[in-house]
């Protein structure tokens, strides 16, 4: 590094101004520039070996040169800067870094020639490197994510397998899902191995449960065996598969995934008292959550399915005592009870309303 920093234009002039030698020796025009490499010689100062150190706070760090590494089996154009780069990019102890972990980590060791750049250095670096960029890289356009649009139920169902922890008292250890992508109508089942013939079984049990035979049938590449495409052949279904690293074109099962976990430990947590293995006695009890919940057309996927409104009991004893015409009351304590219950009925109905119009916002 010090015989580097020697072949730096800029560092030369600063380390023969450190060892004193005369200014016409390292300066085309001493008189007029001796001044500006006194400023810069302040923070700068030479180790017993000869390398060139910068102050950092209470530390001198050692300068990057801004030359080519010459070491044994380099690459050729690789320099000083691609060498530490490359250091602190990949590690035993961590592999890949992020640019701003690489800047943090470089900013301790090494004073970086600009300092303002290295940020942008690292950046560029973990974009070159082809493991990142497989996996991180962005393409200068992603095109807009659009919402599948279909009309008819169970035309197009979208499945999902979910993995729960910890595995049930049953020996459950997944959850398969299968969503309606017209009326966001969801069937949930438990099962205990990612075995496709079994997975084909509980398909088969679903298409069978809702009636109809879907048109197509989306999933992840996992789904992609011989089982599957058996099964969906047979019953004259076509079969898709969405692309690797892109969750936005299974955005229905995305979103409805967050929404099972969290509800599932909701219920775990509030009626099981914290015994996480019981979860598959509460699945059922997720997948009516789910369906019962509204859509941002006002509609719920239970009542687009089955052409009514799922009632709670609450809701279906007051509906009981508002129906009652109040000509038909002769007790007073039953006119009484009615007209409770209809300033109830009022109350409940603008709740529900608020409730809806605040998640449709937070949505």
């Not at 049930?168 to 959850?175: C, P």
């Not at 009326?183 to 990612?194: A, D, E, G, Q, S």
């Not at 079969?239 to 936005?248: G, K, W, Y």
């Not at 004893?317 to 508002?322: E, G, P, Q, R």
Request: charged share 25%; aromatic share 6%.
């Amino acid at each position: 590094m010090a015989a580097a920093q020697r072949k730096d234009p800029t560092l030369s002039e600063i380390i023969a101004y450190l060892l004193k030698q005369p200014a016409g020796t390292f300066l085309s025009a001493p008189r007029k520039d001796s001044a500006a490499v006194r400023a810069k010689a302040v923070d700068y100062k030479l180790a017993p070996d000869g390398v060139l150190l910068q102050k950092a706070g209470d530390l001198y760090l050692p300068v990057v040169p801004n030359v080519q590494y010459a070491g044994e089996k380099a690459p050729p154009r690789m320099t000083w800067k691609h060498l530490l780069l490359a250091s602190v990019h990949s590690t035993s102890t961590s592999v890949h870094k992020h640019a701003k972990d690489m800047a943090s980590e470089l900013c301790t060791l090494v004073a970086w020639q600009p300092l303002e750049k290295l940020r942008a250095d690292c950046q560029t670096f973990v974009e070159r490197c082809k493991s990142c960029s497989a996996v991180h890289h962005q393409t200068s356009y992603t095109p807009v994510s659009r919402p599948i649009i279909v009309h008819k139920p169970y035309a197009r169902m979208q499945i999902d397998l979910m993995e729960i922890r910890p595995t049930s008292e049953e020996g459950y250890t997944h959850l398969f899902t299968a969503c309606c992508v017209a009326t966001r109508y969801i069937f949930m089942r438990p099962v205990t191995t990612r075995d496709m013939g079994e997975l084909a079984e509980i398909m088969m049990d679903i298409i069978l449960d809702s009636g109809v035979v879907p048109k197509v049938i989306q999933g992840d590449s996992e789904f992609c065996n011989s089982m599957l495409e058996e099964l969906t052949g047979l019953l004259g279904a076509n079969q898709l598969f969405s692309a690797a690293l892109r969750p936005q074109a299974q955005g229905i099962k995305e979103r409805q995934r967050r929404e099972i976990r969290e509800g599932l430990a909701i219920l775990v947590e509030s009626l099981s008292r914290a015994l996480p293995r019981r979860w598959p006695k509460y699945v059922k009890w997720l997948e009516a959550k789910i369906r019962h919940k509204k859509l941002p057309s006002g509609f719920t996927p239970f009542q687009l399915i089955h052409g009514f409104l799922g009632s709670s009991a609450l809701r279906s004893a007051l509906d009981s005592f508002t129906e009652i015409p109040a000509d038909m009351v002769c007790s007073d304590w039953l006119r009484e009870i009615v007209s409770e219950a209809k300033s109830m009925t009022e109350a409940t109905v603008q709740i529900f309303e608020e409730m809806a119009r605040k998640t449709v916002r937070e949505h």
